[in-house]
Nanobody, 127 residues
């Protein structure tokens, strides 16, 4: 499984960005796709997760109400819509893939739950 993120960039605080994660696999509908982020000097942090087949979504407390994840099954693509961005959202954002099992979805905030990762895309929020 190959994943490629796009859509990162520089935005002012309060602005919006939409990230995309293109997934190369014929099994897309069975996947859980998560977004993680990592700022310099910090550990990788879970942001959101979507179970593609049934559309269930999960969010970390730090982004709940500001970020929305969705999928376009026809395009094998998952999106992360980021609104009301803050300087502390600055990080490299990664998408990651696993099968949407109960164990994965229960532990979606752990990077070790996901086996395939994209190269990442930089998001910088200026104050």
């Amino acid at each position: 499984v190959q994943l490629v993120e796009s859509g990162g960039g520089l935005v002012q605080a309060g602005g919006s960005l939409r990230l995309s994660c293109a997934v190369s696999s014929s099994d897309f509908n069975g996947f859980a796709i998560a977004w993680f982020r990592q700022a310099p000097g910090k550990v990788r942090e879970a942001v959101s997760c979507i179970s593609v087949k049934d559309g269930r979504t999960f969010y970390s407390d730090s982004v709940k109400g500001r970020f929305t994840t969705s999928s376009d099954n026809a395009k094998n693509t998952v999106y992360l819509q980021m609104n009301s961005l803050k300087p502390e959202d600055t990080a490299v954002y990664y998408c990651a893939q696993s099968w949407a099992s109960v164990s994965v979805l229960n532990l979606w905030e752990l990077p070790s739950s996901f086996g395939s990762w994209g190269p990442g895309t930089q998001v910088t929020v200026s104050s």
